[in-house]
C-alpha cells in the first residue's frame, strides 16, 4: 500500500477499510492513467484473503461492461498457486490476456551468468544452484575460484546455516500449497562421491535410487 501511495500522491487514503476499496482505487488509477497496476506475491495475499481473486474479477468485469480500459499484473513466485488461478470454475479464469511463466536459465544461460569458465566446474555449479538468478545473490555473489575450490564453496555457501541458500529447498515446498509430505518424510536426493559431491535435488529424479552412490534422505536429517 505504501507503494501505491507514494506513486498516487494523495489521491488514495492511507488505509483502505477492506480489499474491495483497495482493489477498485488500484483499478481507478490504471483507467485513469493508463498504467499497468502490479500486484507481487499474490498467493500469499490469496491465503490471507481467499476471496481476493473474486474481488478482482468483479471489478474487472465492472470495466469491462462499462468499456474502462485498466491492466492489472499478478505475479507470484507459488506456481502450483498461480496455476490455479485461471483454471477450472476459478473466479479470474477467462479474465486473462496473457499468461507467462517465467522460467530458470537454461544450462548455458545460466553458466554465464555465474561467470564459470571451466567445462567441469560449471556442470557441477548448475547441479547445486540450477538456473535461478536469484541464488547468485543469495550467496552473496561468491563463485567458486576453480575447480580445487568447489568443495570449500559450497561449505561457505550452500552450507552455511546463516545463507539464505541454506534453507531453500524447504521454503519452496512449505511455500506450495499442493505439498503435503512432512518435512521430515520428504524424500531428498544426495549423490555421495568422493570429491565430488552434489548438494541439491536440482535434476535429479527417483531413478538415481538404484545406483550404488545415492541414498535417499529426508529434509531433516538435510538440515540437520
Given at each position: ?80 498457486v498461480m496455476g490455479r488461478l485461471l483454471a477450472g470454475d476459478a473466479p479470474l479464469r477467462g479474465r486473462a490476456s496473457m499468461e507467462l511463466v517465467v522460467r530458470p536459465f537454461a ?118
Amino acid at each position: 500500500m505504501e507503494a501505491l501511495i507514494e506513486h498516487a500522491g494523495a489521491e488514495v487514503p492511507h488505509r483502505f477499510a477492506s480489499w474491495d476499496e483497495a482493489v477498485r482505487q488500484l483499478l481507478a488509477l490504471s483507467a485513469e492513467r493508463r498504467e499497468i497496476m502490479v500486484i507481487d506475491e499474490f498467493p500469499y495475499l490469496c491465503k490471507v484473503s481467499p476471496a481476493l481473486p473474486s474481488i478482482i474479477q468483479r471489478e474487472i468485469d465492472r470495466a469491462v461492461s462499462s468499456n474502462t480500459p485498466v491492466s492489472l499484473l499478478l505475479c507470484g513466485s507459488a506456481m502450483s498457486v498461480m496455476g490455479r488461478l485461471l483454471a477450472g470454475d476459478a473466479p479470474l479464469r477467462g479474465r486473462a490476456s496473457m499468461e507467462l511463466v517465467v522460467r530458470p536459465f537454461a544450462y548455458r544461460q545460466a553458466v554465464d551468468y555465474w561467470r564459470v569458465r571451466d567445462p567441469r566446474l560449471a556442470v557441477r555449479t548448475h547441479a547445486v544452484v540450477g538456473g535461478t538468478p536469484a541464488y547468485l545473490r543469495f550467496v552473496g555473489g561468491a563463485v567458486p575460484q576453480g575447480p580445487e575450490d568447489f568443495d570449500d564453496w559450497v561449505r561457505r555457501t550452500v552450507l552455511d546455516p546463516g545463507t539464505p541458500l541454506f534453507r531453500e529447498a524447504r521454503y519452496l515446498l512449505e511455500e506450495e500449497a499442493d505439498v503435503r509430505d512432512s518435512p521430515s518424510t520428504t524424500p531428498c536426493w544426495r549423490r555421495w562421491r568422493p570429491a565430488t559431491p552434489h548438494y541439491s535435488g536440482v535434476g535429479f529424479d527417483g531413478e538415481l535410487s538404484s545406483e550404488p552412490d545415492v541414498r535417499a534422505i529426508g529434509l531433516a536429517e538435510l538440515y540437520g
